[in-house]
């Protein structure tokens, strides 16, 4: 099926998991993908597309990359191999994708109980060839591409947007609301200043990395795109909250699951996320105990 969601531009929906991982390709003289599924996805899901479309494989020119998690960069090795592209990703995230069980190891330091240590990387590293930040303007094939940074969700989360479309492609950035999302990695401080820097942008058209809830659907327009983002922005603020008010009503320090058992939203890692930023706030302090950290409020009074 041809998912052509803009001119030029096409939404691959690469299996994976329980539902899929998008590829956006931007079909030009050439080919430049932004994101890629998991090592399997080439031959699975976005060769047979563009073979579909009349195009070839190897007129792959570029991979752009909104974020070094496996499940959109885990393509990257094969097409590299297979094409010779170049390979592009926000500046943060180049130490990801050339050392890929950095993000594990790192992980596994701040949060030890979620995370044990893990000896096998989830894809294979990549060298990359140039880093953009915040504001640039890519040109490829003549169409201009506007880099957004919107970390939360990782460090180097960004959305990819065509300019004169209004079509923002923003992988796992806007993680939508309800089941287990928000997902984050990195902080829930950044990710709801994201969001809010979102909500200030002419988005026509929002392609998201995977079918997040509320609307399940990787491609959202005008104002469900809209909608989208604000149920993001709320979803964090609410989960911030709730913890919160764990917090206060315990009067021992908790351990990351046992906040998650009581709140059943979400995910671990993401409470995790949180209780950094209320401890870099000042507002909590954590303690060391076996088996991990215990999260207090700071100043009970
Ligand atoms: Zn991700």
Redesign the pocket.
């Known amino acids: 099926m041809i998912v052509e969601i803009a001119k030029g531009i096409h939404l691959i929906k690469c299996p994976w998991s329980t539902y899929f991982v998008s590829s956006c390709a931007i079909i030009g003289e050439t080919i430049t993908l932004i994101d890629v599924g998991t090592s399997d996805s080439p031959e699975n899901a976005i060769y047979p597309y563009l073979r579909g479309i009349g195009r070839d494989p190897s007129e792959i020119s570029h991979i752009l990359l909104?974020?070094a998690?496996f499940?959109?960069c885990g393509g990257v090795a094969v097409i590299k191999k297979e094409t010779g592209c170049k390979v592009y990703v926000h500046e943060s995230g180049k130490p990801y994708l050339e050392d890929a069980n950095l993000i594990n190891r790192e992980l596994h330091k701040r949060f030890p109980a979620l995370y044990p240590e893990k000896e096998k990387p989830d894809f294979e590293s990549v060298k990359v060839d140039a880093t953009f930040k915040d504001g640039d303007l890519l040109n490829l094939d003549g169409r201009q591409i506007r880099v957004l940074h919107t970390p939360g969700?990782?460090v180097c989360?960004s959305c990819l947007i065509d300019v004169e479309q209004g079509v923002y492609i923003s992988?796992?950035s806007v993680q939508g609301r309800g089941e287990r999302r928000p997902?984050l990695?990195y902080s829930s401080k950044k990710y709801a200043e994201s969001m809010r820097r979102l909500l200030n942008e002419p988005v026509k058209i929002l392609i998201t990395?995977h079918p997040f809830p509320p609307f399940n659907d990787a491609l959202l327009r005008g104002e469900n795109a809209v909608k989208h983002i604000h149920e993001s922005l709320k979803g964090i603020e609410e989960l911030e909250a709730i913890v919160w008010k764990v917090l206060e009503r315990s009067d021992k320090p908790l351990s990351i699951e046992q906040i998650y058992e009581k709140i059943r939203m979400s995910r671990p890692v993401t409470i995790g996320c949180v209780l950094e930023e209320f401890e870099r706030e000042g507002k909590v302090k954590r303690t060391e105990a076996t088996g991990g950290y215990r999260w207090t409020i700071r100043d009970r009074r």
């Open positions: 909104t974020h998690h499940d959109h969700h990782s989360s992988g796992d997902l990695f990395g």
